[in-house]
């Protein structure tokens, strides 16, 4: 009988843990939406709420049908264009069957009627990453996760890599490679960006002529999808 009850209780602390919902750290707002302007600003999509503690709830939309077929079409893309944009062979790594519809979903925002655009979330496992999202160009990027919210059509599965190559200065050119993972499932995804190293380059300064930054640039990313995000992740609120 013993046995019987420590198994139910283990059971239940199992449940209990696997149903626990992230929470936004000193959330100063009240209770809101969470909502995607993927579709622009006139078609909000919200995916769950948030609580006066700061307690994420998601209850993503099981299809689009509140979105009509045209504003769909004007903001879905290519499977390759919004999964492999920044390879510098985006376009070949996909067969057209295999090319199908999706998007970015872009920030998770708080919103409510009175404010729809209270704040958005950076979803991270590092604060430190979040000036380097907001501008990768003039900020340092440091070793960790960050993570994108995408939508696509149809199941997708995919492992390969690429290499992206920007042309910094004559003799220095930024190289990063992606290695990727996925196993996406029709609707709506979480993709996690983990960045494994990074390099340092001298980039043209954006406030002074002739000058240089040295500035950290991601060297290798591994890309890889969940349907959960995981528990080390930061929900990082910036309010408006």
């Given at each position: 009988?013993?046995?019987?009850?420590?198994?139910?209780?283990?059971?239940?602390f199992?449940?209990?843990m696997a149903q626990?919902?992230?929470?936004?750290?000193?959330?100063?707002?009240?209770?809101?939406d969470l909502?995607?302007?993927?579709?622009?600003?006139?078609?909000?999509?919200?995916i769950?709420t948030?609580?006066?503690s700061g307690?994420?709830?998601f209850?993503?939309?099981?299809d689009?049908?509140?979105?009509s077929?045209e504003t769909?079409a004007n903001?879905?893309s290519?499977t390759?264009?919004?999964?492999?944009s920044?390879c510098?062979?985006s376009?070949?790594?996909?067969?057209?069957?295999?090319?199908?519809?999706?998007?970015?979903?872009?920030?998770?925002s708080?919103?409510?009627k009175?404010?729809?655009?209270?704040?958005?979330i950076?979803?991270?496992?590092?604060?430190a990453?979040?000036?380097?999202?907001?501008d990768?160009?003039?900020?340092?990027a440091?070793?960790?996760?960050y993570?994108?919210?995408?939508?696509?059509?149809s199941?997708?599965?995919?492992?390969?890599e690429c290499?992206?190559?920007?042309?910094?200065?004559?003799?220095d050119?930024?190289?990063t490679?992606?290695?990727y993972d996925?196993q996406?499932k029709a609707?709506?995804n979480?993709i996690?960006?983990k960045?494994e190293?990074?390099?340092e380059h001298?980039?043209?300064?954006?406030?002074e002529?002739?000058?240089f930054?040295?500035i950290?640039?991601p060297s290798k990313?591994?890309?890889t999808?969940?349907q959960t995000?995981?528990p080390t992740t930061?929900?990082?609120?910036k309010?408006f």
């Amino acid at each position: 009988m013993k046995k019987s009850v420590l198994f139910l209780v283990a059971c239940a602390f199992q449940v209990g843990m696997a149903q626990t919902n992230p929470t936004m750290e000193d959330y100063p707002l009240k209770a809101m939406d969470l909502v995607l302007f993927s579709f622009g600003m006139d078609n909000p999509l919200t995916i769950g709420t948030i609580s006066d503690s700061g307690e994420l709830n998601f209850k993503f939309p099981k299809d689009l049908n509140s979105i009509s077929d045209e504003t769909k079409a004007n903001f879905m893309s290519d499977t390759a264009f919004t999964l492999f944009s920044k390879c510098d062979n985006s376009y070949d790594i996909l067969s057209e069957d295999k090319n199908g519809k999706a998007v970015n979903a872009g920030y998770i925002s708080i919103s409510s009627k009175d404010n729809p655009y209270a704040g958005l979330i950076f979803l991270v496992t590092d604060e430190a990453l979040i000036p380097w999202l907001e501008d990768t160009y003039s900020n340092n990027a440091v070793t960790g996760s960050y993570f994108e919210l995408v939508y696509i059509e149809s199941d997708f599965n995919y492992q390969g890599e690429c290499t992206s190559t920007v042309s910094n200065t004559e003799k220095d050119t930024i190289e990063t490679s992606y290695t990727y993972d996925l196993q996406l499932k029709a609707g709506f995804n979480f993709i996690e960006y983990k960045i494994e190293s990074i390099l340092e380059h001298a980039v043209p300064s954006m406030y002074e002529e002739g000058a240089f930054d040295n500035i950290m640039k991601p060297s290798k990313i591994k890309v890889t999808s969940t349907q959960t995000v995981p528990p080390t992740t930061k929900w990082i609120g910036k309010y408006f």
